[in-house]
């Protein structure tokens, strides 16, 4: 995580909220997790586009050769907590697949003024995309 990204997400956290929930206008979103490894709890920052009541969450990592851990985390153990702005929401995590998964990356990809493009276009991986569905 990048230096900016770090400071906005510890204003995220230490104001509940009231700071955060946006990055140069666009959404962000704290994805709680567990570690599968650690048993210990983690934070995310991470842009995020709604899809009717669920947000959507794009596992870039950059273009990075591997999934971040926070995926793998999710993958572990799919029923997590996420805060929007002050409102935190358990959900369940799932990945978007075929039509689904295009139309959503779509949307994201638009938001994100076409970075989650170049991050597919540095990778051998399929990016995934990930529906956090309220509980």
Known sequence: ???MLTVHQWLYEHSDG???AS???RPMLLLRTVGRRTGQPRTSALLYVRDGDACVVI???GGAAQHPGWFHNLSAR???DIQVGRERIPVRARVAK???RSRLWARADEVNQGQY????SRTRRVIP????EPR
């Open 129 to 132: 995309v990930v529906v956090l």
């Open 1 to 3: 995580m990048g230096p």
């Open 59 to 61: 596992a870039s990592k």
């Open 18 to 20: 009231r700071i955060g």
């Open 23 to 25: 990055l140069g206008g």
């Open 98 to 100: 075929g039509e689904e």
């Open 117 to 120: 493009a170049t991050y597919q």
């Open 78 to 80: 799919p029923d997590v």
